[in-house]
């Protein structure tokens, strides 16, 4: 293998070139498979042991070299099973050259040592893959969820395969009973890491990577365990194990090592739960181990199997109790974060009509030079902001009970340009940032009060994430009204695209204080366009580069006549 390709530098996400070397040991694990299984005993040891430390060594060396571009939390990880499996690949060479100079070897002895230390790096190594979403306490159930699986599974490995396990080594040195004790309890160790990685929320897509290295770890485990039950207290030279198992294992590795650079599409949208598969894999081997107990007592005897059963199902019914006590507190957690969220909200929502009420009333009291007309316009205005206000807190406990979708709406025909025009004199937005088109004439079938708070909530997120330049454009399209806002921000990642007109999302800023906002706003305009009959979406901007939300009211628009745009200007308003 050329040192360029093992130490050479990697374009993010472009797949390096496989070294011509590696097809050769392809071509050598794919003959030594069938010959371990067809061959006599010494070619099958050749075949076995010259395949699968070549396989493990060229793995390792490709974990550690093609996870360099990787981000580095995942090069870590993927670095440790490289690490572990060249550790393995040494033991296997140790155990051939003692057998080359000695002439034999123990089946079980300190060459152990390099496969335990190993598998043990490569275990940690898959554990910490940082593909898992949520908070601490979700997690811990999702860990609980993984134990379930893992000690249902191994009752009914012990059942199977450690109970014969166990009885080999009564007769067996200490060592031999010290080594042999520790492959099952990696194993364990490895189902546990398994479940909880197949059962966690993941932030990517399918991942071909975990399902290929999954498998490489468990043929080898049932190879190890098979190994281990017929060879304790023979020579290795009279052993007989699986070496089509370790080379299958070898080639599953090294395969898993070529395609680790291919890092899976991330999900689209985020906090997916997880899929139903993952539920079923640790809670179904539960039950088929309560099954295996059952009918393993309608005998009316109880021996050593069913007294691991038993102990088992009692370990997992209690961790049964203690996940749904951490759901509880997790769906407690959740509560008060959405009542904190709606406290928020109503801060949010009632900040602006209370602005402008109270500088419009602080103006008519202090300022004695207004007129009458003016202090009743005034008036006038803080009266429009006090119902508006009223709607609001209507709004809010409609969105607290679930109910979005009941506005009650007073439908009349209105004109949209003083619609738009009040919807910018509430939001206080700089008019030397803004243009509008409305179409001359436009009116539309709606309630105008609701479609004001419409275009006041996207104004406002304009305002907050959108940059310094806007545009409102409403004009009828097919006897349908439709009203855009653009904006020449950074726009919305597609991922959050349909998560945003969700109650108190905030798409990618939701972990962030510094940036105020609180979800309400784009779950209420998706409300008033659906009881208008209508919807609310999203789309790139390309008038501004930015984000463009458009509300598509159909059939609500009562004239059709072109948008009067201003060429270079600000406003034009029919």
């Not at 275990?123 to 593909?131: E, K, Q, R, W, Y």
Request: aromatic share 6%; glycine share 10%; hydrophobic share 50%.
């Amino acid at each position: 293998m050329s040192s360029h390709a093992l130490t050479g530098a990697r374009t993010p996400n472009r797949t390096q070139i496989v070294p011509r070397p590696v097809y050769v040991v392809f071509a050598i694990l794919i003959t030594a498979i069938p010959i371990a299984i067809l061959g006599n005993s010494e070619a099958a040891s050749v075949a076995g042991a010259v395949g699968t430390s070549l396989g493990l060594f060229f793995a390792g060396a490709f974990f550690i070299v093609r996870s360099s571009g990787l981000d580095w939390r995942e090069r870590r990880a993927w670095s440790l099973v490289g690490v572990g499996l060249l550790i393995s690949a040494t033991g296997i060479v140790v155990v051939v050259l003692q057998v080359l100079i000695v002439g034999d070897a123990p089946t079980v002895g300190p060459t152990d040592l390099f496969f335990i230390v190993g598998y043990s790096i490569a275990i940690v190594g898959f554990g910490t893959l940082p593909h898992t979403a949520g908070p601490p306490i979700q997690r811990a159930r999702i860990a609980i969820d993984g134990l379930i699986g893992a000690i249902s599974i191994g009752s009914l490995f012990w059942v199977a395969v450690l109970g014969p396990l166990v009885q080999s080594f009564s007769e067996a040195t200490a060592w031999e009973r010290i080594i042999g004790s520790l492959y099952p309890i990696l194993d364990l160790a490895a189902i546990v890491v398994f479940m909880i990685v197949l059962a966690r929320r993941s932030t990517y897509r399918f991942d071909i990577r975990i399902m290929i290295f999954t498998g490489a770890i468990m043929v080898q485990a049932i190879a190890d365990i098979s190994y281990l039950v017929a060879a304790v207290g023979q020579s290795f030279a009279t052993a007989e194990p699986l070496h089509a198992a370790y080379v299958l294992a070898a080639l599953a590795f090294l395969l898993t090592s070529l395609i680790v650079d291919r890092v899976p599409q991330p999900r689209e949208y985020a906090d997916r739960r997880a899929a139903l598969w993952t539920m079923l894999a640790p809670y179904g081997a539960a039950a088929t181990m309560v099954m295996v107990l059952l009918s393993g007592l309608t005998d009316g005897r109880v021996d050593v199997d069913d007294t691991v059963l038993l102990v088992a199902t009692i370990a997992v019914g209690l961790l049964v109790v203690a996940r749904q006590g951490i759901a509880i507190q997790e769906y407690r957690m959740l509560v008060e974060q959405q009542r904190s969220d709606l406290v928020s909200s109503i801060s949010h929502e009632l900040r602006t009509p209370l602005t402008a009420m109270v500088g419009f009333l602080e103006i008519v009291k202090e300022d004695s030079s207004l007129s009458k007309d003016e202090r009743i316009e005034m008036v006038e205005i803080v009266a429009e902001q006090a119902m508006y206000l009223q709607r609001i807190v209507e709004d809010l406990l409609s969105l607290a009970h679930g109910a979005p979708d009941r506005l009650n709406l007073s439908v009349s025909e209105h004109s949209v340009a003083p619609i738009v025009e009040n919807a910018i004199l509430a939001t206080a937005i700089d008019r030397r940032n803004l243009e509008v088109e409305v179409a001359p004439g436009l009116t539309a079938v709606v309630d105008g009060n609701r479609l004001q708070q419409v275009l006041v909530n996207l104004l406002a997120n304009a305002v907050r994430y959108g940059g310094d330049r806007c545009l409102i454009a409403a004009y009828a399209d097919g006897g349908g009204l439709i009203v855009e806002v653009h904006d020449s921000g950074p726009g919305v990642p597609k991922k959050y695209e349909i998560r945003i007109w969700e109650r108190f999302e905030r798409g990618q800023n939701r972990y962030n204080a510094a940036v105020p906002g609180s979800g309400i706003g784009l779950a209420m305009v998706k409300s008033v366009a659906e009881s208008h009959g209508g919807r609310a979406s999203y789309r790139q901007s390309d008038r501004l580069g930015g984000g463009c939300f458009i509300v598509d009211l159909p059939g609500r628009a009562s004239t059709q006549q072109p948008i009067a745009v201003v060429p270079g200007g600000r406003t034009a308003i029919g």
